[in-house]
């Protein structure tokens, strides 16, 4: 067996699970969950429609690179949403099952294991767990940056050494962020362009949560941001960059499992290489649905102004109890429970135990780095059930945080 595996930490549901053994939570009060960032709204009937009308494309074998139809519809949303000159559906797009598999597999086409030294892929701290299993099984190992919550809990590039910058060959960010919900600006990225240039590493833009968010103004894309830093009309547009993202959140359809990777014409024509051999090929009839969705504007509107409302009702709610913000984007809420006086933990824990509602302790999602776990005494609530029953586990915490005093 592959004695990289071995480096695999249990994912953090695991860790959850072994934490809750032996508990019995309150027979008294239905179980809630915020653990697991799913969503949990209807999927919206003309995508369901959309699949069931093409179901006769299960008879042919697809092509890893998509139709021209869904590559020029994800080309023309790329253009219409960040404000981009035309993309080349041909060399620019490449449609994925799901923005996970993609960021898993981009690091082994990305990485060259056959360097001096043990290549590095950075990551944000706390972090999606995929980015540090994709990092071991290419061979390579992850270099956390910790998030710092005073500069909205973006990573500080400027605490990396030279000496590990010469080794990193690609950069996993998320924005916005699991789980901080933060959003990187202009002058990020303007910084870590900079430095991709500088040392010739290769930049992954996680964007699966850009669709939801809370205030007037869209987050900022990677790709966006390259555009209005003029580099989408260079010789190479958007070199070393590659965005992900994802109809999961966007459009409530986490089983379809599509989305797209877009940018460098360099980097996708190897990534293409690497995912024929793979067998990285989207179904016809989920193609079809796909496009059904990217190009619908309307079931987006109404999917965040529902995430909107519910945040509206439950931060204020939790505020009172602990310390927590209305984030950038995302349906995430990202806690500190120092205040209780219990570890993220124990506060998961008792929280389970005494009122049925689970959460994630926040160190599950980070790792010891220079000298902190940037997510220990936080923990990460998924907003993605109904009003109602968000309301309820909120009103559930601030219960059981009442009783701590």
């Given at each position: 067996?592959n004695p990289l595996l071995d480096?695999?930490?249990?994912?953090?549901?695991?860790?959850?699970?072994?934490?809750?053994?032996?508990?019995?939570?309150?027979?008294?009060?239905?179980?809630?969950?915020?653990?697991?960032?799913?969503?949990?709204?209807?999927?919206?009937?003309?995508?369901?429609?959309?699949?069931?009308?093409?179901?006769?494309?299960?008879?042919?074998?697809?092509?890893?690179?998509?139709?021209?139809?869904?590559?020029?519809?994800?080309?023309?949303?790329?253009?219409?949403?960040?404000?981009?000159?035309?993309?080349?559906?041909?060399?620019?797009?490449?449609?994925?099952?799901?923005?996970?598999?993609?960021?898993?597999?981009?690091?082994?086409?990305?990485?060259?294991?056959?360097?001096?030294?043990?290549?590095?892929?950075?990551?944000?701290?706390?972090?999606?767990?995929?980015?540090?299993?994709?990092?071991?099984?290419?061979?390579?190992?992850?270099?956390?940056?910790?998030?710092?919550?005073?500069?909205?809990?973006?990573?500080?590039?400027?605490?990396?050494?030279?000496?590990?910058?010469?080794?990193?060959?690609?950069?996993?960010?998320?924005?916005?962020?699991?789980?901080?919900?933060?959003?990187?600006?202009?002058?990020?990225?303007?910084?870590?362009?900079?430095l991709s240039e500088r040392y010739?590493?290769?930049?992954?833009?996680?964007?699966?949560?850009?669709?939801?968010?809370?205030?007037?103004?869209?987050?900022?894309?990677?790709?966006?941001?390259?555009?209005?830093?003029?580099?989408?009309?260079?010789?190479?547009?958007?070199?070393?960059?590659?965005?992900?993202?994802?109809?999961?959140?966007?459009?409530?359809?986490?089983?379809?499992?599509?989305?797209?990777?877009?940018?460098?014409?360099?980097?996708?024509?190897?990534?293409?290489?690497?995912?024929?051999?793979?067998?990285?090929?989207?179904?016809?009839?989920?193609?079809?649905?796909?496009?059904?969705?990217?190009?619908?504007?309307?079931?987006?509107?109404?999917?965040?102004?529902?995430?909107?409302?519910?945040?509206?009702?439950?931060?204020?709610?939790?505020?009172?109890?602990?310390?927590?913000?209305?984030?950038?984007?995302?349906?995430?809420?990202?806690?500190?429970?120092?205040?209780?006086?219990?570890?993220?933990?124990?506060?998961?824990?008792?929280?389970?135990?005494?009122?049925?509602?689970?959460?994630?302790?926040?160190?599950?999602?980070?790792?010891?780095?220079?000298?902190?776990?940037?997510?220990?005494?936080?923990?990460?609530?998924?907003?993605?059930?109904?009003?109602?029953?968000?309301?309820?586990?909120?009103?559930?915490?601030?219960?059981?945080?009442?009783?701590?005093?």
């Amino acid at each position: 067996m592959n004695p990289l595996l071995d480096k695999l930490q249990p994912y953090p549901f695991e860790k959850l699970r072994q934490l809750f053994a032996g508990v019995t939570p309150n027979p008294a009060l239905r179980p809630i969950s915020l653990g697991i960032g799913e969503p949990k709204h209807p999927t919206p009937p003309f995508i369901r429609q959309a699949l069931a009308d093409n179901l006769g494309g299960l008879a042919s074998y697809p092509s890893t690179t998509g139709s021209e139809a869904l590559r020029g519809t994800i080309a023309a949303w790329l253009e219409r949403r960040y404000g981009l000159p035309a993309l080349d559906p041909a060399t620019q797009v490449l449609p994925v099952n799901g923005s996970r598999e993609a960021l898993f597999a981009f690091a082994q086409a990305v990485i060259d294991p056959g360097v001096a030294h043990t290549p590095l892929v950075m990551c944000p701290n706390p972090f999606y767990q995929i980015y540090e299993g994709a990092a071991y099984l290419a061979g390579a190992e992850p270099y956390f940056v910790n998030s710092d919550p005073a500069r909205n809990f973006a990573p500080d590039y400027d605490t990396v050494p030279d000496e590990v910058w010469q080794r990193v060959q690609l950069l996993y960010i998320c924005t916005p962020g699991n789980p901080t919900g933060a959003v990187l600006s202009l002058t990020d990225w303007e910084h870590l362009f900079a430095l991709s240039e500088r040392y010739d590493f290769i930049i992954a833009s996680d964007e699966c949560y850009s669709e939801i968010y809370h205030g007037d103004e869209a987050p900022l894309g990677a790709l966006q941001a390259a555009h209005t830093l003029g580099l989408s009309t260079v010789e190479r547009p958007y070199a070393r960059l590659v965005v992900f993202s994802s109809l999961s959140k966007r459009s409530n359809v986490p089983g379809m499992r599509s989305g797209f990777v877009a940018g460098d014409a360099e980097v996708l024509k190897k990534f293409l290489l690497y995912r024929t051999y793979h067998g990285g090929a989207m179904s016809p009839a989920v193609q079809a649905a796909s496009i059904a969705a990217w190009n619908d504007e309307s079931h987006v509107f109404e999917n965040r102004t529902q995430y909107r409302a519910k945040f509206t009702v439950i931060t204020p709610l939790l505020q009172t109890v602990l310390d927590v913000a209305l984030p950038d984007a995302g349906f995430y809420l990202w806690a500190d429970v120092s205040r209780t006086g219990l570890t993220d933990e124990e506060f998961a824990r008792r929280l389970y135990a005494e009122y049925n509602v689970t959460v994630l302790p926040g160190s599950y999602l980070a790792r010891d780095a220079h000298g902190s776990n940037p997510g220990r005494n936080r923990i990460r609530m998924a907003l993605v059930a109904e009003t109602a029953e968000g309301l309820e586990a909120a009103q559930r915490i601030v219960q059981f945080c009442n009783t701590l005093t």
